[in-house]
């Protein structure tokens, strides 16, 4: 069995050394054992086919993937540099809103130049999507005291009902326990702006008034003459008229100046000398 196995073996090795020879030999193209090695490799051509297409198949796969690798890193590597662009442009347009906002409140300062400003930050507010009533971080340690008028760069918040050494309470324009006697800016008609209870989950008042000269897009501000706010803080604009001849129910529908729904921070004004009709009157 061994000597068997021994011959098998000698003449494996003696024919591999053949088709070895008669190979490197037919490389040569003038070679007369070219054709020979010809007719020797031609049994081989479909395997060597075979496996270079193997080959082939193969490399592309890993080529393949190495792209898709690629692709991906470089595709994470532009969704980085878009977040950074998006929150870029957020941070630009905030700088831009708290600018507006800046130069609006320096307005203010100018226009209402008796009054001290007391910043104040909302940290709780009653059920509802809107600010009608809310506490702000600002108390009677810092000047606050009931009646404050509250605003914004925008307009008429409202005012102080209540008071802690470091919080207040707010009730907003749009409540329906508020009411701020006004003036139309246009006219000059004396009319009055209150809450309602419908209006106010729209973030919307109502104002009542005697004559008819009333359109829409009139501008509605502080008259002065309740005590509690100065004269010319803006309410809002008239955005729809109702009513008929009877003076007692004809009404118009008030968009407030202050967005109630995104609001975030106020002014109290303080008077400084205690006079809210007199010394803090606007400039007219």
Do not use: H, W
């Not at 009608?132 to 409202?158: A, C, H, Q, R, Y």
């Amino acid at each position: 069995m061994l000597r068997l196995f021994k011959k098998k073996f000698v003449l494996l090795l003696l024919a591999t050394v053949v088709i070895l020879i008669v190979i490197g030999v037919s490389s040569n193209q003038s070679s007369s054992l070219n054709t020979v090695g010809n007719i020797i490799s031609v049994p081989f051509t479909p395997v060597q086919r075979f496996f270079t297409f193997i080959g082939q198949k193969v490399e592309g796969s890993f080529t393949y993937f190495k792209d898709i690798q690629t692709l991906k890193q470089e595709n994470e590597s532009l969704k980085t540099k878009i977040d950074q662009m998006e929150k870029d442009n957020r941070d630009l347009a905030r700088f831009r809103q708290e600018n507006e906002t800046l130069r609006e409140t320096l307005k203010l300062k100018d226009q209402f130049n008796n009054y001290d400003y007391i910043g104040g930050n909302m940290i709780a507010k009653d059920a509802g999507n809107f600010f009608n009533v809310f506490t702000i971080d600002s108390g009677s340690n810092e000047g606050v005291t009931v009646d404050s008028p509250v605003i914004t760069s925008k307009g008429l918040v409202g005012s102080i009902i209540g008071t802690s050494p470091f919080t207040s309470k707010v009730i907003s324009v749009i409540d329906s326990d508020s009411t701020v006697f006004a003036v139309n800016s246009r006219t000059m008609e004396l009319v009055r702006v209150k809450g309602d209870l419908k209006l106010k989950d729209q973030g919307l008042c109502k104002m009542d008034y005697s004559e008819k000269d009333i359109e829409v897009g009139d501008s509605i501000e502080t008259s002065g003459l309740d005590g509690r706010y100065p004269k010319g803080i803006v309410i809002g604009t008239v955005i729809e008229v109702k009513g008929d001849e009877n003076q007692f129910d004809r009404y118009a529908i008030i968009q407030p100046a202050v967005n109630f729904k995104q609001l975030q921070s106020v002014f109290v004004l303080k008077s400084k000398s205690n006079n809210l009709t007199g010394t803090g009157s606007a400039k007219k």
